[in-house]
């Protein structure tokens, strides 16, 4: 994904985005460190992952064409997301 801007307004987090921006509760600033295959990086909690994955893909749907964005939705939506973002993975 992109980076985007993120900001603290008032007692929330802020991510700016071209079409809109989104809020977040302070948790999404939590730290998670993940270990893939040795590398190691810190990430925010699940649940934001997931929320920030759909969100980007709503602002661009034309990404739901690359095969890397159709390998994470496969790893991070359910068969019931999918559906609801009307998102056909063969």
Same mark, same amino acid.
């Not at 649940?47 to 064409?65: G, L, Q, S, T, V």
């Given at each position: ?26 948790? =999404? ?6 270990? #893939?295959?040795?590398? #190691?990086? =810190? ?40 559906? #609801? ?6």
């Amino acid at each position: 994904m992109s980076v985007i801007p993120v900001y603290k307004v008032n007692n929330v987090i802020e991510f700016r985005y071209p079409n809109g921006n989104e809020q977040y509760p302070h948790q =999404i600033l939590e730290k998670v460190e993940r270990n #893939i295959s040795g590398y #190691i990086f =810190i990430t925010p909690p699940d649940e934001y992952i997931k929320n920030i994955f759909i969100n980007h893909i709503k602002a661009r749907p034309d990404k739901k064409m690359r095969e890397n964005f159709k390998i994470d939705a496969m790893a991070v939506l359910n068969q019931n997301e999918l559906k #609801i973002m009307n998102w056909q993975i063969d």
